[in-house]
């Protein structure tokens, strides 16, 4: 059975700072995506992961892929405000006919 | 264009009812899944449809049913409803293969 862990959970930080949010996956996966959800609202396409060593960037954020390790990472650069929300990676495999495996989420909160 | 579409936005039932959740894809977009996401939890796969058949069950019991129709959306149904039945239900299209973008979600609440 696939299972995807986030960590950490939870972070509280500061308008500035720099972090890293990680995404642990079991099995080998066909491709890896970040997901963005804002409260009482859904989920909004970041990126998606196809290879090992991709990386990809949009604004503050990027995210990286290491297939040999199963790990995915997603580095938010001078963080602002704007960018509190939960952030999900979700794993793609078997052609997708399993749908997407989701972490629990990682609950980010910028504090001004 | 038009994004994916659920209907309704909220609803509420009692035990043992039964419920009906409507998706509409984007449009060109062959595929539909469908997710459950329970209050502080990352979604969970329920079906996924393409081109109408049944292409990937999730583990969720047979009171859970869905299909597609010939234009591409689809419907979600849940009989004999529990409490641990509400969550946010959250529709997903793609084109085959691709990048699976979210609907708005219907947000079920079982008394």
């Known amino acids: 059975e696939l299972k995807v862990e986030q960590n950490p959970l939870f972070l509280s930080m500061q308008e500035g700072k720099n972090y890293t949010i990680y995404c642990n996956y079991s099995t080998t996966s066909d491709r890896l995506y970040w997901y963005r959800q804002d409260p009482g609202k859904s989920l909004e396409s970041l990126f998606v992961?196809?290879?090992?060593?991709a990386v990809k960037q949009e604004g503050r954020l990027m995210a990286s892929l290491d297939t040999k390790a199963r790990l995915s990472t997603l580095h938010i650069t001078a963080a602002v405000h704007d960018l509190s929300a939960t952030y999900f990676c979700?794993?793609?495999?078997?052609?997708?006919?399993?749908?997407?495996?989701f972490g629990k989420g990682t609950h980010l909160i910028i504090q001004p | 264009d038009a994004g994916v579409t659920q209907s309704p936005t909220h609803l509420i039932k009692t035990r043992g009812q039964h419920v009906t959740l409507r998706c509409s894809p984007i449009?060109?977009?062959?595929?539909v899944s469908w997710y459950q996401q329970v209050l502080g939890q990352g979604p969970q796969f329920i079906f996924q449809y393409y081109e109408k058949e049944e292409r990937g069950r999730g583990n969720f019991p047979d009171r859970f049913s869905a299909r597609q129709f010939p234009n591409y959306s689809s419907e979600l149904n849940v009989n004999a409803l529990l409490l641990g039945d509400s969550a946010l239900y959250l529709c997903a299209s793609s084109s085959w293969y691709l990048t699976q973008y979210f609907g708005p979600g219907t947000r079920l609440t079982v008394l």
């Open positions: 979700a794993v793609e495999t078997t052609g997708g006919a399993d749908g997407l495996t």
């Open positions: 992961l196809l290879s090992n060593g």
């Open positions: 449009s060109g977009h062959k595929s």
